[in-house]
């Protein structure tokens, strides 16, 4: 059976091109791995988002917090690597993605974050490193198996791809309410943040020829597949 | 490529000028390059006219220029004739500059044709030639020239024997006759000038002036 | 391999029939003969499309690939060669009350001309390419390579170009005072030297360069590839490297052009 199948343009990038191309994705932008509120992150530069803090009646500032998340891995179906219970086998159209998720908050009981300017005057606070001062951080890590889809969508450099996470899965965490708890959070979280990574078709076959996209992304022979025209 | 121009103020390849001598002496000459022959005092060569016979008939010596580079000799450097013969200057050779014969006396020279002497000249292009008299006289005159297309041997053969038929064109007090002449490509006009005051035959697309057009104006009447 | 990137046979017509427009053939200028002659010439010429048929495992073979040129040349000769020796006769002309004059017969060496003609026209050649795959200067290329020497058929232009060195020898024969009838003779015995074996020994050398070792580009990125372009200072360009690029031509149900590229 020929590659270009029905249509006249085929191209494919095999799950290790992808996490190669994810790799050097979050190597030159790792800000989109990288959350914190102002406690953690100063301000938004390349290596780090900063987001609100956590508000709460009684806490000046907020809560802060921050999500690291460790560059992912991803596995297109058929499946190659293992995946917990809940998640295996990989369907059809799937990849699947793992990574681990480093969550923190700042315990800093007397948070006085807010007179810091004029208590601390010397303090370190430019760039996007977090106050040294009074934060208390802990944290919390956890291994993260997510299943995924692909979906077309745009960009700034045209045709694009992104990944929708359909489902997700921690790895020895207890109680199980909790579990479900860090579940939802962390759905929600790598849901935006993959979705927010947007794979240009250009980036996906380095550039060979050119492709208007008819058909795909569809995921299947380990790899990502699209057809369409010149 | 030698070139092909009606002018007898200079004669060149195709050309020829003659001069008749009508009374006995001693008349000296020099041939320069084509219209520089008043910047030249050299009169180098000889035509020693001796008294006639009482003979009738005019003879004519033909003298052959020959070039080399800017310098023009006769083959003959000094001849001696009888009064009322033709002396004829030409140069057969295609490479060579055009040329002055220029004399020691005022009717003697082809710069001016001025009495009892002729210009030829075998037009080698078709086309229609207004001819004028570029020291601004009035007469003038046209030849056309028809080009001869042919490609069988009997038509060449026929052309040819036509280019041995000359026209002739008189030339007396300021009028040509015939003023319009018809020939062929390859044929000769000889331009004969019986009395004149110092005229020439001049392509008039050589001097600018107006071209000679009175009998053509005559036609359109 | 980590990407692969294939096109059907009709993408490849239309990818090629792209690629060969934009090629930029550099003009020729040179001597050759033209039958008996030396002409220097001057010569451009531009692609236009073809049919593309890819045949497997490696030759792109482009039927009837069009070659425009416009061809300037002149070539020089000497009319003695073709026309004989030709004498003005003596002419005599019986002057009235003068007598008869003479005018001296004279003979006419024919010239040497140089004739300049301008020519356009087409051929259409067919010819196999390879697949060319090279990493210089920090570039990915992979090119379709024409193999050996294209033939080139000329076909009518042979014709043409006779007739256009006709026209273009007419009006400088005309220009030559005594040629007269001769003229039409000239120009058929120089076109007979000429010939159509002259024409195509003339146009052979200088068109077939054009299309002998003609590289039309496929595959064109930098090593280090530009995967996503920065749109600000937070979000920079992601570059990929491109370590290796295959291509290949493969035959299913349908003929195609496979590459196939590793990147880290």
Known sequence: MSLTEAQSVFAAIHEDGLNDLLQRFFAARPRYLSYGSPGFVAATTVNSTQMSAIQFPGIPGGIDWSVQIARPRVDAHPQSAPLPAELDPLGLQRLSIHTVVEICINCNERQNRGREPENHPHDDHHGDKPPSGNLRPVCFKVEVFAIAHAERTSSPDGDAIRFIVDAIELVDLQPTDFETLIECLLLQILRAVLASVRLPLPALSAGAFSLTPAVGPEIENDQIEMYGSL | ?221 | MDITAAIDEPAADQLLDTAIGLISLPPASGAGTLGPFFASYNASASLSSGDVDLIAPSTIRIQDFRLDWNLGFSFGFDLSSFLPDFCIPQVCIDIPCVGRVCTPGFCVNWPTVSVPVSFSDFVKVTADFGISITQTGGVWRVEAVVQGTPNIQFGLVTAGLLAAISLAITPILLAVPFIGPLLAIAVNAIIAAIGIAGVTGLLGPILTPFVSGLRIPIYDQPVTFEALAATSAIDPAVFVTIDDVKAIITSTNEDELVLTIDIS
């Open chain 2, 1 to 221: 490529m030698f070139s092909n121009v009606l002018d007898s103020r200079s004669i060149g390849f195709g050309d020829a000028f003659g001069q008749r001598f009508m009374r006995p002496g001693t008349y000296r000459y020099n041939i320069v390059l084509g219209s520089t022959g008043c910047m030249v005092d050299e009169r180098p060569y000889v035509v020693e006219v001796e008294k006639g016979g009482g003979s009738a008939t005019m003879e004519q010596h033909s003298l052959v220029v020959h070039c080399d580079g800017r310098s023009f000799t006769p083959d003959r450097e000094a001849i001696t004739i009888r009064e009322g013969d033709l002396v004829v200057w030409a140069c057969p050779d295609p490479a060579a500059a055009r040329f002055e014969v220029r004399g020691d006396k005022e009717f003697f020279g082809n710069a001016r044709l001025t009495n009892e002497c002729g210009y030829s000249h075998a037009f080698g292009l078709p086309g229609e030639y207004r001819w004028v008299d570029a020291h601004h006289g009035k007469v003038g005159g046209v030849v056309r020239v028809k080009d001869v297309r042919t490609d069988s041997c009997e038509g060449l053969e026929r052309w040819r024997k036509r280019l041995a038929k000359g026209t002739l064109v008189l030339i007396a007090d300021g009028k040509a006759e015939p003023a319009e002449v018809d020939i062929v490509t390859g044929q000769t006009v000889f331009f004969a000038v019986v009395k004149g005051d110092g005229i020439s035959i001049t392509d008039s697309s050589l001097v600018g002036g107006a071209p000679f057009a009175g009998r053509a104006k005559a036609k359109r009447r």
